[in-house]
C-alpha cells in the first residue's frame, strides 16, 4: 500500500540516529496504548490529560469543557453540544510545551472532535517544525490493527507491530468462533445487546461496537447496527488490500480472517427511551467515556429508562469502565470483545477469562441509590 510505504519513508527520515530513542508524543490514550503494547515505553515524552498508563512526562492537553462541579450527564452533554455548534475546540493543546518536548514523531486523531485534540490542531502548532505527525482514525477492528501497523512503521517497530497484530486477530477469530458455534445450539438467535456510551441522553456505541456486538454473538440491530453493509464490506476489504501491499511482513493466514468480521457501524447514535424500549435488550452494557464506575452507577440509577427492559429484570445490566475498555481503539478492545462473549454467550470460559480484571461490576439500583444519598448529604 502507497501510505503505508510512504509512511515507512517518511518515518526514517524522521528517525533519529541509532542509539538515540525517538521522541514519540501521543495526544490521545489509545497511541499510549499501542506504544506500549510495542515495547516503546521509552519513546514517549508527551501524553494527553486524559493518559492514565503512569508515564512521567509532560501532559500537553488539558479539558475546555466540564471542568467545573458536576452537574450531571445531561448538562455534560449540553455544554459539549454548545462547544460543538460554537466551532472551538474541545480541548486545549499546550503548544509551547508541545513544542518544548522535541519531538520526532506525534500521533493524533481525526475520528472524534469531542474526543480528544485534533491532527488539526497539532499541525498548526508545529507549523514550521521537522516533526512527523501521524493520524488515527480507525472505524473498525481491522482498522485498529492497521493503526497498530501504521505507528509500528512510524516508530521503527514493524515486528513487533507485526506480532503483535497477528495475536490479536487470532484472539479476535476465536471468540468468533466461538460465538458461531454458540450460535448454532440457539439456532442463530442473537441475543439483543444495546451498547450505551451515555445515559442522559441515551447514546448507542457506533463505529467498532455493533461489530464487537455481532463477533461476540449478540446484535444492535435494528436499534444501531450497519456492519454487514456492502459498502463496509468495501471498506473492510479496501483495508486488508492494502494492508497485504504495503506490509509483507504480515502473514496471509492473518490477513484472510479481517474480511470475515464484517465492517463498522455508523457513529455513535442518540436515540430516546421509547426506541431503546421498543428494542427491549436482553443486555445493557454502559460504557460512558470518563466517568468512574461510581458515577456511572449513580447516573445509571438516576435515569428512568432502565426500569422497563427485559435486562434490568433478568439482572443483565452491566457498567464498565468505558474510557478504558470501549472508547480507546487499541489492544484493549479485544479484552473487551472476549468479555463481552462471555456476557452474551453466558459463556463462563471467556468469562473467566477476564474476571478478576476486567473493570466492570454488574448494576445494582440499590447501591446507586445509596451514593447518590450519600453525595447529596
Known amino acids: 500500500d502507497l501510505k503505508l510505504q510512504f509512511l515507512y519513508l517518511i518515518g526514517a527520515l524522521f528517525r533519529p540516529a541509532t542509539g538515540t530513542a525517538m521522541r514519540v508524543i501521543t495526544v490521545l490514550p489509545s ?97 514550521g517544525y521537522n516533526v512527523n505527525v501521524v493520524s488515527l482514525s480507525p472505524c473498525s477492528l481491522q482498522d485498529v490493527l492497521e493503526d497498530i501497523m501504521k505507528v509500528g512503521t512510524a516508530i521503527g517497530r514493524l515486528d513487533a507491530a507485526t506480532t503483535l497484530v497477528a495475536d490479536l486477530a487470532r484472539r479476535i477469530e476465536s471468540v468468533a468462533l466461538r460465538a458461531e458455534r454458540a450460535l448454532e445450539g440457539a439456532e442463530g438467535r442473537r441475543r439483543r445487546v444495546a451498547v450505551v456510551e451515555w445515559t442522559d441522553p441515551i447514546y448507542i456505541g457506533g463505529h467498532w461496537v455493533p461489530q464487537m456486538c455481532r463477533l461476540a454473538g449478540g446484535t444492535q440491530a435494528p436499534l444501531h447496527d450497519r456492519s454487514n453493509d456492502a459498502a463496509d464490506a468495501l471498506k473492510v476489504e479496501s483495508v486488508v488490500a492494502g494492508m497485504r501491499r504495503g506490509l509483507p511482513g504480515l502473514e496471509e493466514d492473518t490477513l484472510s480472517l479481517l474480511p470475515r468480521w464484517g465492517g463498522p457501524g455508523d457513529k455513535s447514535m442518540q436515540v430516546d427511551a421509547s426506541q431503546l424500549s421498543a428494542f427491549d435488550p436482553d443486555v445493557v452494557i454502559v460504557v460512558p467515556c470518563g466517568l468512574t464506575l461510581d458515577r456511572s452507577h449513580s447516573e445509571l440509577a438516576a435515569a428512568s429508562w432502565p426500569r422497563g427492559l427485559r435486562a434490568f429484570t433478568a439482572g443483565d445490566i452491566y457498567v464498565v469502565d468505558g474510557s478504558e475498555m470501549f472508547a480507546r481503539p487499541g489492544p484493549a478492545l479485544v479484552d473487551a470483545l472476549e468479555w463481552m462473549a462471555g456476557v452474551i454467550l453466558c459463556d463462563e470460559a471467556m468469562a473467566a477469562k477476564h474476571r478478576e480484571t476486567f473493570p466492570c461490576t454488574k448494576f445494582d439500583a440499590d447501591r446507586a441509590a445509596g451514593q447518590q444519598t450519600d453525595a447529596g448529604a
Open 31 to 127: 497511541a499510549t496504548e499501542i506504544m506500549l503494547a510495542l515495547g516503546a515505553r521509552d519513546m514517549v515524552v508527551g501524553v494527553c490529560h486524559c493518559d492514565n498508563y503512569g508515564l512521567d512526562v509532560p501532559v500537553i492537553t488539558d479539558r475546555v469543557v466540564g471542568t467545573g462541579e458536576w452537574q450531571g450527564s445531561a448538562a455534560l452533554d449540553a455544554e459539549v453540544k454548545a462547544k460543538a455548534r460554537s466551532g472551538d475546540d474541545m480541548y486545549d493543546l499546550k503548544k509551547q510545551l508541545l513544542r518544548d518536548c522535541s519531538p520526532d514523531l506525534v500521533i493524533s486523531q481525526d475520528l472524534c472532535a469531542v474526543c480528544a485534540v485534533t491532527v488539526g490542531q497539532v499541525k498548526q502548532a508545529m507549523e
